[in-house]
Nanobody, 118 residues
Framework: QVQLVESGGGLVQPGGSLRLSCAASGTIFSINDMRWYRQAPGKERELVAHISRGGSTDYADSVKGRFTISRDNAKNAVYLQMNSLKPEDTAVYYC????????????WGQGTQVTVSS
């Protein structure tokens, strides 16, 4: 059974930083694309950042220059470094990964709350 577990969320003041982590566990053959999504209250879930297995990245316009996605393939982990946080970044952040086990499919973490407020 593959699981994705996020950590690192919390309360931070505007302009502050947080680093989210997401680790995959279970019987895993390989992990392909990895992504971070977020969902604010009353809004649809949106893609924040994506990283390929080879390390290519892309970002939502709203976070470009402030957020950095990275991964450690040896640890089956993905990270999101969030700097210069704004109140509008407040949301539940979800890790997503396209994982090959005995089958290949998308997996989701349980979500971690990020609150940006003074």
């Amino acid at each position: 059974q593959v699981q994705l577990v996020e950590s690192g969320g919390g309360l931070v003041q505007p302009g502050g930083s947080l680093r989210l982590s997401c680790a995959a566990s279970g019987t895993i053959f390989s992990i392909n694309d990895m992504r971070w999504y977020r969902q604010a209250p009353g809004k649809e879930r949106e893609l924040v950042a994506h990283i390929s297995r080879g390390g290519s990245t892309d970002y939502a316009d709203s976070v470009k220059g402030r957020f950095t996605i990275s991964r450690d393939n040896a640890k089956n982990a993905v990270y999101l470094q969030m700097n210069s946080l704004k109140p509008e970044d407040t949301a539940v952040y979800y890790c997503n990964a396209y994982i090959s086990t005995w089958i290949t499919k998308d997996y989701w973490g349980q979500g971690t709350q990020v609150t940006v407020s003074s």
